[in-house]
């Protein structure tokens, strides 16, 4: 079993910054790709960022500039490094992760709201 723990979501005002983490558990081999995503109400789930393995990351254009992506190797966490928020930012964020066997695993997702 594969267990994703999100923390770092709440409240935020528009500008302020966040810090998301995911701490993975369980039978891991080895982690390829780790990754958050996100869904608004009313909207699809859609990519935010993701790094490998080795540090090649990708980002959403609409937080390229605003948001870092990072991930610790020996202790199995992905971090997503939030700034200068906006209210379009607001949605609930999920931690992703691609193990070296294909399988494909997703946190609880963490609420994260940009409001003044």
């Known amino acids: 079993q594969v267990q994703l723990v999100e923390s770092g979501g709440g409240l935020v005002q528009p500008g302020g910054s966040l810090r998301l983490s995911c701490a993975v558990s369980?039978?891991?081999?080895?982690?390829?790709?780790m990754g958050w995503y996100r869904q608004a109400p009313g909207k699809q789930r859609e990519l935010v960022a993701t790094?490998?393995?080795?540090?090649?990351?990708t980002y959403a254009d609409s937080v390229k500039g605003r948001f870092t992506i990072s991930r610790d190797n020996i202790r199995n966490i992905v971090y997503l490094q939030m700034n200068s928020l906006k209210p379009e930012d607001t949605a609930v964020y999920y931690c992703?992760?691609?193990?070296?066997?294909?399988?494909?695993?997703w946190g609880q997702g963490t609420q994260v709201t940009v409001s003044s």
């Open positions: 790094i490998t393995r080795g540090g090649i990351t």
């Open positions: 992703n992760v691609r193990l070296g066997d294909e399988s494909n695993h």
């Open positions: 369980g039978t891991i081999f080895s982690i390829r790709v």
